[in-house]
């Protein structure tokens, strides 16, 4: 029978200690990967921000959280799977390496697919949404939107919240969304044209189940981390009075688009 190493009759060598250093290092490397695995399939994922369409609330290069755990409401900002082919000739990450690749697919790296969107939800199912009132102002459910803390602004000039004029009323199990740089967002406004199979326009309308999550933070640059909490003016956007439609509603909407 051998001697227990580390003992006096059987001491530890240099190469006993190296070996079980590498060991113990392996187990922390796998387990920090599982663990990090886990929580991105079932608690939450870490996005790169590809495009400006969400400035300057989300900037291009930032690296966002979102959580999976918990559901979304009016004036979450969510990331959402490509509903039909919205993305266009938008700008994409690079391409990663394949340990990039196999990083991201763990959750060790955020996620820079070309098949996801980042938008905030501006109406929810059976919510009617409309541009403009008097004041140029978005209203939903007959309320006014004071989107000043959150829109796009640069040299002391903002964005007007819309320079489409639409009017619908969300259909069942989808949503209305739109980015915070109006001028530099192909969102729900620029696909009311757009046709789907059975003849209806829902490809404005991004489908409940394709959401992700709701983002909840910044996590990089470190310069720009931050919380991400809805805009208090959705605080006072009251309950659709109907139950939202199988169909669209389109009353009015402009080809034009931003």
Known sequence: MNARRGTEDNPETVGDKIGGLIKELVIVVVGALVIAFLIRTFLGQMFLIPSGSMEHTLNVNDRIAVQKVTHFERGDIVVFQDPDHWLGDEPQ???????????????????????????????????????????????????????????????GQQSKPSD????????????????????????SRCHLRDQTADGTSMSAFVPKDDVVGPVFAIVAPFSRATWIHIPKTFENVPDPKAPAPAAPVIRSHNDACG
């Open 93 to 155: 990450a690079p391409e990663r390496s394949p340990i990039g690749k196999a990083l991201e697919f763990i959750g060790v790296l955020p996620n820079t697919s070309s098949e996801y969107l980042v938008k905030r939800v501006i109406g929810m199912p059976g919510d009617h949404v409309k541009c403009c009132d008097s004041e140029g102002r978005i209203t939903v459910n007959g309320q006014p939107l004071d989107e000043r803390s959150y829109l796009y602004s640069q040299d």
């Open 164 to 187: 489409q004029p639409f009017d619908v009323v969300v259909p069942r199990d989808r949503l209305w969304v739109m980015g915070d740089h109006r001028d530099d967002s192909a969102d």
